[in-house]
């Protein structure tokens, strides 16, 4: 009898070991899955940070008729094509007399951005009474000298830090860091500006609006339809060799490659159609195709958790079996289907491969007012600036990430809460 204990116990020992072993290596996969991810966003948030302030260079410049190219009372059309390069280019050098070259002189140009007349055309023309005077004004400096400022505290020893900006024109910036002529600032124009090819000036609202028009016309077309499918499948569809095959399609659809979309797109709206390339009108009709089985499939899972005996005591009372499911079955389903839909158009919101194919990966600057304009998504500007060549991109793709990450936890939180407050468990 000892012996058999012995061996029981020793079974017992070797069989807790084993779960003490099995559950260490699962915390450690989960450590080890949460470090990594930890190590990404925590990089991606630190690269991302230079992208959401911005260096300007105070100047003040004389603002005379005879440097404008324009008349005593000048009218808007004047203002608006007043050479106000020109005057900037004066201000730079008054501050800067001994510069005298002309290699010099356009060296001293690029430290600022050539969107910066732009900023003084708009401060011009919000206040006409300042023509014949001097105005003093913050200026947009260009992305080479905001990558320096940022990356180091003294800019005439920059050590490995690499820049195009040579020594004299390091030289220019420290006098005026000295001189409390250089600030920074959060930069507005991320968030205010479309896209450009100057670093500087580049902006992600654009990506944004185009981004909101196309999972508009993916939820207006997706979700009816999705709905609409998984209540006939669920509750009305007869169990044949048809509603099967229906269904295995569904779940294959589920897992076909994103870019197999973008292409049916390319070739059916765009080719076949001649719809607009690169609008939010066709990318919100592929973004729909890939959702609709998502949204089915977690429709189908909402409306079967809704217990039977609803059904029975709806029939029960005489009602008809459109009655039980719109009256009874889907308003208990809902927060279950919102939740689908939700998580679906926050996966769409996310593609990239589809949206290429179609034409969007174009180079927009206006803001898109409608679904047939040209637009382009955020997941695409943040490919179309992660190919850029200037350092400063760098940061504006990690930004751009950071705000579509943002996106997508705040559509997730929602559905969740949804989940949480309306969700009965039975």
Not at 40 to 69: K, N
Not at 382 to 409: N, Q
């Amino acid at each position: 009898m000892s012996d058999t204990t012995e061996i029981v116990k020793a079974s017992l020992a070797r069989r807790y070991r084993a779960e003490r072993r099995f559950r260490f290596y699962g915390v450690l996969a989960i450590t080890i899955s949460l470090s990594f991810l930890a190590f990404l966003l925590i990089s991606i948030v630190f690269r991302s940070i230079p992208a959401f302030t911005q260096s300007s260079i105070h100047l003040d410049v004389a603002l005379d008729a005879e440097t404008l190219g324009v008349s005593e009372n000048p009218d808007y059309a004047e203002l608006r094509t007043a050479n106000y390069s020109g005057a900037i280019k004066k201000a730079m050098r008054e501050r800067f007399p001994d510069v005298s070259k002309r290699k010099e002189k356009k060296n001293l140009y690029s430290l600022i951005s050539s969107g910066a007349e732009f900023q003084l055309r708009d401060h011009v023309i919000s206040d006409p009474t300042i023509i014949g005077g001097n105005t003093v004004i913050w200026l947009q400096a260009d992305d080479e000298l905001d990558a320096l400022v940022a990356a180091v505290d003294d800019v005439t020893n920059i050590g490995d830090v690499k820049t195009r900006l040579n020594e004299q024109q390091r030289g220019w910036i420290a006098e005026l860091q000295q001189a409390g002529e250089i600030k920074t600032r959060f930069n507005k124009t991320f968030f205010t500006n479309g896209d450009s090819r100057e670093p500087e000036l580049a902006g992600i609202k654009a990506a944004l609006f185009g981004s909101a028009w196309t999972l508009l016309v993916t939820f207006l077309l997706s979700f009816p339809v999705a709905v609409c499918a998984a209540i006939y499948l669920e509750e009305f569809a007869p169990v044949n060799r048809w509603t099967d095959l229906i269904e295995v399609n569904i779940n294959n659809l589920a897992a076909v490659p994103s870019i197999v979309f973008g292409l049916l797109g390319l070739a059916v709206f765009i080719n076949f159609f001649a719809l607009p390339r690169s609008a939010p009108l066709v990318g919100g009709i592929v973004l729909s195709l890939m959702t609709l089985p998502t949204i089915i499939i977690s429709s189908r899972a909402a409306l079967k958790a809704v217990p039977p005996s609803i059904r029975e005591a709806a029939q029960g009372i005489g009602a008809s079996q459109v009655q039980v499911v719109f009256h009874h079955v889907l308003p208990l389903a809902m927060p279950g289907i919102l939740t689908g839909t939700i998580i679906g158009l926050a996966q769409a919101l996310g593609e990239t491969a589809p949206l290429l194919m179609i034409g969007m990966v174009a180079f927009i600057v206006d803001i898109p007012a409608g679904i047939t304009d040209p637009a382009t998504v955020l997941p695409v500007q943040v490919f179309l600036w992660a190919d850029s060549p200037e350092r400063a991109f760098v940061a504006k793709t990690s930004a751009a990430i950071v705000v579509l990450l943002l996106f997508l936890i705040v559509m997730n939180a929602v559905a969740v809460l949804l989940r949480k407050k309306f969700e009965r468990r039975w």
